[in-house]
């Protein structure tokens, strides 16, 4: 069974649909060419291209810039244990910083290589509702074994240990002064080899994407040679999901995780990395990384020419978006507060209305159905 079967079963139910309204009826007299047309939805010549634009300028840079990052970062903490010092210590916060751009850039890329062997949990764990796997971190670095400082040790560990949001706590946690009162302490000794796994995690998805007749040759070409698509349209769909599911993941993961309205009580401290101030930069990363998919793969390509209007919206709401989120105050505390809850209300709305304009809106126009098959994960 291929990766996308459901998918396609989404597609075949939707295409159903779409013939059955436009065969016309026993008496009836046939559309017009030009509603036939229109009715025809997807632009199928349209698809390789976009496919080929979608992996070559986003999705292989996504993956080599966040890779790139990481081993900055990697470096940023060896040097902090070395050096212990307060110019060092900021360094490696930059240098986090860095990765928290990049990876949120990719993070809509829910397939392929990164969801093998848990790789996206490794590089980060999030949410965690019950906060183990914060008292999973707490404890190791309580115990400070050495054996616990290497990256094979931590490769070998939960997946709460592995990623961003422990390094987040290395970093920003409770205790994190120890950074710079000693030097090559086992709290920075651990943070480095966090560090050197979240590299070895992103170089290990940055060399199946660069293999030129693995999963990009896939994408690339649709069709019996594929192990992804059998067709351009069950492509299409993929990457309509990947869309779709990129913008669920602001609206669900990281805004309604700890917002979900003015009659709810907010809980500031399940956001995705509040302690580094980081929340707001994350969710604009996000946001970066699916306009990045939807304008440089071209997407709006996709579909038929009375349809433009709906690639126009999408861009409005992204580029509106784009420049509410960094206002938003990155004190998560001060930005859940009643002074600033009807900034977040808004943007309870425009992230909804993003989901509805590219499941409903953009998948109604190029003939498809968002449905069960990727719409909210179900």
């Keep these: ?20 309204t436009a065969a016309p009826q026993a008496g009836q007299t046939p559309a017009p060419a ?5 009715q025809a939805g997807l632009n199928e010549d349209a698809v390789p291209v976009v496919m080929q634009r979608a992996v070559d300028e986003v999705i292989r840079p996504g993956y080599r810039n966040a890779q790139q990052s990481a081993a900055r970062l990697t470096t940023a903490m060896k040097d ?8 060092s210590l900021d360094k490696a916060k930059s240098a986090f910083d860095d990765i928290i751009r990049y990876w949120s850039a990719i993070e809509m890329v829910q397939v ?8 996206f949990e490794h590089i980060l764990f999030y949410p965690d509702r019950k906060g183990v796997g914060l008292r999973q971190v707490q404890t190791l670095i309580a115990k400070a074994d050495p054996k616990d400082t290497t990256v094979d040790a931590i490769a070998s560990k939960s997946v709460a240990l592995q990623g961003l949001t422990a390094l987040e706590y290395v970093l920003y946690g409770t205790g994190s002064e120890d950074l710079t009162n000693q030097k090559s302490g086992f709290r920075c000794l651990y943070g480095a080899a966090v560090a050197g796994n979240i590299q070895r995690e992103a170089a290990e998805v940055v060399a199946a994407w660069e293999k030129p007749d693995g999963i990009q040759a896939s994408w690339k070409h649709p069709g019996p040679q594929s192990a ?6 069950e492509a299409v769909t993929a990457l309509l999901g990947t869309l779709v599911h990129g913008a669920e993941n602001v609206r669900d993961q990281r805004l309604e995780q700890f917002y979900k309205g003015k009659d709810t009580t907010p809980r500031p401290k399940m956001a995705i990395y509040w302690r580094s101030k980081n929340t707001w930069k994350s969710m604009a990363s996000n946001l970066e990384g699916l306009r990045n998919l939807w304008q440089k793969a071209e997407m709006a390509d996709l579909l038929p020419s009375d349809k433009k209007p709906v690639a126009d919206a999408i861009d409005a709401k992204l580029k509106s978006l784009l420049e509410t ?3 938003l105050n ?11 809850k ?4 808004q943007l309870l709305v425009d992230t909804r209305d993003l989901v509805t304009m590219i499941s409903d809106n953009y998948g109604a126009a190029i003939g498809l159905s968002a449905g069960f098959s990727f719409s909210d994960g179900d």
Excluded: H
Aim: aromatic share 4%; charged share 20%; glycine share 4%.
């Design 1 to 20: 069974m291929r990766l996308w079967y459901p998918l396609v079963l989404s597609l075949a139910l939707a295409s159903n649909a779409v013939a059955q």
């Design 34 to 38: 030009g509603q036939a047309t229109a």
């Design 80 to 87: 902090l244990c070395d050096k212990g010092t307060p110019a």
């Design 112 to 119: 392929g290589p990164v969801i093998q062997d848990n790789l």
């Design 228 to 233: 992804d698509f059998m067709d351009n349209k």
């Design 325 to 327: 989120v960094p206002k």
């Design 330 to 340: 990155p004190d998560i505390e001060v930005a859940t507060s009643d002074a600033e």
């Design 342 to 345: 009807a900034k977040l209300d």
